[in-house]
């Protein structure tokens, strides 16, 4: 399916079809992601974006995400850090410790970037365990693109 060009988002390199290989989900709603103009770009500035476009079947759907490309590394760090936790959650009975839920605190832009269990949610225990199991179950689905983005990662120089 084609990426609209008339909407706010202006798309400039994009990955159409995306639908046929989004994660479990063959046939998803999300059809496509696109790298290009951001939409809440004002006059003389100029951000770029990833966006994930969303297809209802009939429409467009505005529950299609755009985010900062910065953002999306960000997320790309965070959720590769949660993986790497549950690695070694093992070791706690509750697969966290309690008395300390802060995963790590990761460097970036002179700041840092936390990475804790939410010891907020009412349901952590059973939470994390379906947590857990999920990112067990995708272990193949996200190690294949893991391994992916570590090799163009190696070869950009990183």
Known sequence: MKIPTTLKHKPVIVSEDYDEIDGRDIN???KGLSIGLA???DRGKVDVSAKIW???GEKWSRQSEEMPLHRVIDLAIF?????QYFREAYRYEKLY???EPQIDRIALQGGAMSVSVCMDNPLL?????LVQQALAEDDE?????LSRLAGILREMGY
């Open 28 to 30: 998803s709603d999300a």
């Open 39 to 41: 939409q809440w770009n």
């Open 54 to 56: 969303r297809y209802t």
């Open 79 to 83: 959720v590769c850090r949660t993986k």
């Open 97 to 99: 410790d309690e008395n």
């Open 125 to 129: 225990d059973e939470d994390i365990k």
């Open 141 to 145: 689905l996200m190690g294949e693109r």
